[in-house]
């Protein structure tokens, strides 16, 4: 089975410092991970996906997020934080086939305090 | 443009009313999707329709009922809804070749419902 683990319910950042969102997966075959935000009463919007090649993938809003397989990682993050971050965020997986289902994490409350 | 529409933003409805959700795309995307979320969970998947057809129904109740009129339309259907019902209804699209596992979803901005 495929599943995704987000181990911080709440990230609580100042603005300005580092913003780290934490992720790993557990998939058999290669995973196709995915970053999404959610701010209060609204959709999913999409931020970024790792499918193959380069580890660091780029996305919207200046947020990256780096792939580590040996450590089945897909940490999202962003250098410098503003106020305007603040939002629910989800890590979702895919696995490698024909695969309809997007298995999200349970959810990271990212809160950056002016 | 990665845009999803949905209408209405906001729902109130009784338990023996009959009502529907509407979602609609122009992006040419041939995947479309209906998630149910409760408040700061995970949105939970109801139904992907492929090429206007039903793919996937994940043991919904028969009190929902989707609809694929079109290739940028989607409805859900609402009857004799229950209270735990209430929650917040996403769609989504993908391009959908086959279902890609690379393909992005693209979301709504929901409709929230509320079942009294």
């Known amino acids: 089975a495929q599943s995704v683990a987000q181990p911080e319910d709440q990230v609580n950042v100042a603005e300005g410092n580092p913003l780290t969102v934490k992720c790993t997966y557990s998939?058999?075959?290669?995973?196709?991970l995915f970053w999404y935000v959610q701010y209060p009463n609204r959709g999913l919007q999409f931020l970024l996906k790792?499918?193959?090649?380069?580890?660091l993938v780029k996305g919207s809003y200046g947020f990256e997020a780096e792939f580590n397989k040996s450590q089945t990682s897909f940490h999202l993050k962003k250098p410098s934080a503003l106020v305007s971050d603040s939002a629910l965020y989800f890590c979702?997986?895919?696995?490698?086939?024909?695969?309809?289902?997007?298995?999200f994490g349970a959810g990271t409350t990212v809160t950056v305090r002016a | 443009d990665t845009e999803v529409t949905q209408t209405p933003k906001h729902l109130v409805m009784g338990m023996t009313n009959k009502k529907s959700l509407k979602c609609e795309q122009h992006?040419?995307?041939?995947?479309m999707y209906w998630y149910k979320q409760k408040a700061k969970k995970p949105p939970e998947l109801m139904f992907v329709?492929?090429?206007?057809?039903?793919?996937i129904n994940e043991s919904v109740p028969s009190r929902f009922s989707p609809e694929c009129p079109n290739s940028s339309l989607l409805n859900l259907h609402l009857h004799a809804l229950q209270p735990e019902d209430s929650a917040l209804y996403l769609c989504?699209?993908?391009?959908?070749?086959?279902?890609?596992?690379?393909?992005?979803?693209?979301f709504g901005p929901g409709t929230r419902l509320t079942v009294l």
């Open positions: 790792y499918i193959t090649g380069d580890n």
């Open positions: 979702a997986v895919r696995r490698s086939s024909n695969d309809y289902k997007l298995s």
């Open positions: 329709y492929s090429y206007e057809k039903l793919s």
């Open positions: 989504a699209s993908s391009q959908d070749r086959s279902l890609r596992s690379t393909d992005t979803q693209y």
């Open positions: 998939v058999s075959g290669n995973p196709y």
């Open positions: 992006m040419g995307h041939r995947a």
